[in-house]
């Protein structure tokens, strides 16, 4: 995502009736505090939190066909197919009403951050915020990202710790699950974090602070920044 999707929308005869959602991916290992932040960055900045994990745990426990599945994936600590989970935010973003959304603990692999944006593009048409000939169309396919991707870097035995005693009663919070899902992080989600740091998209937040330091270091990242104009600018 980014102007250039506006501007060739534009160029190509389409039309731009409503505003782009705005997507910030939150990233980090598991316990990291991705759950944690999002809550206080909802209060504070008026966005939609969608967790995939939450989404997920819903969807088991609603008694749907894929339930067992994603039951079993949890607990070995894979990855579910990204349709599944794409389907479930999909739903969540058109059910919300909202246009700022934070996605916390997606995309946790490439095939997950492909496969979204280019959701992404087709609920903007669905949308009709941007409407283009089929050539533009397969350009902005491989242009939509989210706005900026929140990592929040942890060491493992700190996440370890804070899983041990998150007392949800999850199936995956125990010790051998755990450590499936550190390596699932590394081999799989941590690529992701880098694809789009070479994009120069990551903030990478120290998350080994307590609370509340770590999301004064949010709120730097989420407040507008005041232009400072010169002297010539102003007068322009
Ligand atoms: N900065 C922090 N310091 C100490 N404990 C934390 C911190 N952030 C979150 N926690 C606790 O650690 C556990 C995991 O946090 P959570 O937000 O669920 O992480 P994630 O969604 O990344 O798995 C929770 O019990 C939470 O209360
Ligand atoms: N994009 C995602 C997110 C979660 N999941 C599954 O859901 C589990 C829990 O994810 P979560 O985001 O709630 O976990 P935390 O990082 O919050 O501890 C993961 O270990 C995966 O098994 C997934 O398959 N795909
Ligand atoms: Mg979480």
Do not use: W
Not at 106 to 120: M, T
Not at 195 to 203: I, L, W
């Amino acid at each position: 995502m980014g102007t250039a999707v506006d501007a060739v929308a534009k160029e190509a005869n389409g039309s731009v009736t409503e505003k782009k959602p705005t997507v910030v991916f939150v990233l980090g290992g598991p316990g990291s505090g991705k759950g944690t932040q999002c809550a206080n960055i909802v209060q504070h900045f008026g966005y939609t939190h969608l967790s995939a994990g939450d989404l997920l745990r819903a969807e088991i426990k609603s008694g749907s066909e894929n339930g067992t599945m994603i039951q079993n994936m949890i607990k070995e600590g894979k990855i579910v197919p990204s349709e599944v989970t794409i389907k479930l935010l999909q739903k969540a973003m058109q059910e919300s009403g909202n246009d700022k959304f934070l996605i916390d603990g997606f995309p946790r692999n490439e095939e997950n951050r492909a496969a979204f944006e280019a959701v992404l593009f087709q609920y903007m048409l669905s949308l009709r915020v941007i409407d283009v000939c089929a050539e533009i169309k397969s350009f902005l396919q491989t242009k939509i990202e989210p706005e900026f991707v929140l990592f929040f870097d942890c060491p493992e035995e700190e996440m370890e710790q804070r899983i041990l005693s998150r007392n949800q009663g999850r199936e995956d919070d125990n010790v051998e699950t755990i450590r499936k899902r550190f390596k699932v992080f590394l081999e799989s989600s941590l690529p992701v974090i880098e694809y789009y740091d070479a994009k120069g998209k990551v903030r990478k937040i120290d998350a080994a602070k307590p609370v509340e330091e770590v999301f004064e270091a949010v709120k730097t990242i989420f407040t507008p920044k005041e232009k400072v104009k010169c002297h010539r600018c102003a007068i322009l």
